[in-house]
């Protein structure tokens, strides 16, 4: 199958879902009020809630949302095969992660831009928001260990890249200054940004860091361990300074890096014309996990994101110029994800081995399936900008740029979410001293996941990157599970069919609590009792969200309509 006719299939579908489904939302569904006074507007305090065009909105939000989940989940999935992991992408896409952004965005805005835990508590009661901080504090911690495990790996099959990643760090500062200063927009001085980090690869060809020649052979100090700890000391101090000194920046950097990767991908298929050498549907080996259900928990943010929601009704809500365009800024940005996620399928299918013989080798279970994915994307991202003339030691290096980039920035922002969920659970536990105390809450925001990402794995232990994956993909199904519920009690108090958001959202729960329960017998019957209760945990998480939502749809069904506010105010 040529990859150039998967990805202009995939294309038209998603035009098509965006130009009717979407409309069908934002005017049956959500109700969409062009004569709506959004909190941008009645709120507006220059600082938080700015009224920003639907454009430059988009463009934050989807960088913001982007990360190494989109390439990380489907360059795994497609062990059970092209076919059912693209059928996820796009269906999970248009049906799902569509519904879940845009429903967080519109609900948000219309209740003066609350967050969704906030919103759970008014939406449906006061417990849900404790359901919301113990689902993000799994989520998060999750996020942060599975993340600086990608960024160490890369770090070691790419020592040329660590030398350009760190110079990020003082260049975006530098841009993040200038900007701050001279109150200046940062689109040329980020895309000066851009242009300066891509020369550096050259320069990382040059001094290579590596530091295997400082660590063990096994142990606690090996050299993937040395760099998850000197990873997560970075995002103590990064987590702890100012947005605009470096968060800020540095989005305005990836920003640009996504769609260059995009188009790396889109450019390289079309010109090399390369062909999916993967099996539509594999024959996998005996004693595999069934892609029933685990496909739906393993392509989390590829098809559906419940991170999506803290940030459509964290920071997007707040800059929200027209209810409307809440459609192209939130449903977009899902498109733009599954975008992300049909470039990693392909870059894994077509662009990393040349035959089917080669792909078989390098899935050939599991295990082989979850070993280095992003690192696989990276080389299919290789041979795509191959194919446009680049050589190919530095296309590596970019790919790898592109992945290290999008997981440090998760990785800074995890930290920083976490932190304040600490200090949330602090203060409502009554711990008043921790719930003020910075210092402490950023350390066990670290500690926490830094201590999931050093355990131990493979061998007859059962505890691979793959499993901390999975268990990472449920935490956020469960979050988008929690805010598709708060969607659909709102759409259901104001009388209208809330079918489209009911769909995915017993879906997810279906297929998450599914899979909780084959990998705790898993884990229960290998002895592992570190995840053996991790995984229980999330389960009981799953079914009191099951009962939750079932009790507050009751509720919302046969009370009155709820009386919709005049403006955001």
Known sequence: MPAVVVALVVAVLFFLGYRYYSAYLAKKVYALDPAFVTPAHSMRDGVDFVPTNKHVLFGHHFTSVAGAAPIVGPAIAVFWGWGPALAWVVLGTIFAAGVHDFGALAVSVRHRAKSIGTLAREVINRRARVLFLLIIFFLLTLVNAVFAVVIANLFIG????????????????????????????????????????????????????????????????????????????????????????????????????????????????????????????????????????????????????????????????????????????????????????????????????????????LYADFSSASDGPAGRFVEGVAAFAGNLGIPSTVALIFGAIVVISFAATTMDTGVRLQRYIVQEIAEISGARKLSRNITGATAIAVLIPLVMALLPGGGDAGYTFGVLWQLFGTTNQLTAGLALAVVAVWVTKNRRNPIAVLVPLVFLLAMTSWALVINLQKFVDAGQWVLAPLDAIIFLLAIWLIVEAAIALRKAWTAAPEREPESGA
């Open 158 to 361: 790419t020592p040329e890249a660590v030398l350009p990643i760190l110079l990020e760090i003082p260049l975006a500062i530098g841009i993040g200054q200038y900007v701050y200063r001279t109150r200046t927009a940062a689109l040329v001085p980020s895309i000066i940004g851009v242009i300066v980090l891509y020369l550096s690869i050259f320069l990382g060809q040059l001094l290579p860091i590596s530091l295997a020649g400082f660590a063990a052979e096994d142990g606690l100090f090996t050299e993937r361990n040395i760099w998850v700890i000197l990873l997560f000391a970075y995002t103590f101090v990064a987590s702890r300074v100012p947005v605009w000194v470096l968060l800020q920046p540095r989005d305005y950097i990836n920003s640009h890096q996504l769609f260059v990767a995009l188009g790396v991908i889109g450019l390289g298929v079309v010109v090399g014309m390369d062909r999916i050498v993967a099996p539509l549907i594999n024959d996998t080996p005996e004693g595999s996990p069934s892609w029933f259900p685990f496909l739906f928990i393993t392509i989390a943010c590829g098809a559906i994101s419940g991170f999506h929601s803290l940030v459509a009704s964290g920071t997007t809500s707040k800059q929200l110029d027209k209810e409307t365009d809440a459609r192209h800024v939130g449903y977009l940005g899902a498109i733009g994800e599954g975008s992300l996620a049909l470039g990693a399928i392909l870059a894994c299918t077509a662009g990393v081995v040349a035959s089917t013989a080669e792909w078989h080798a």
